[in-house]
């Protein structure tokens, strides 16, 4: 799944306890996440913008991390999944 304008600040924010996987974790299934966010700003507990990729299911053994990324500017304008 793939989301745009998530509005989370990257969890970075002091009072945001869960990351953007947390939110979605507590079945059965195993996810992996990825997300972008603007770390040059910290407005608030949420904030405009933000990127991200949710995965799950039988993809996650061909789900290679360390290939995986996000925006070198930290702008949080896309972020990447490589398999």
Known sequence: ???????VNGCAHKDNANGFGQMFNGGETEIRTQVGHNVHKNVGRTQQGGTGLLLYGPLINQYDFEASGKDDTGLGRWVVMVF
Do not use: D, I, L, R
Not at 1 to 7: L, T, V
């Open 1 to 7: 799944m793939a989301y745009s304008e998530h509005k």
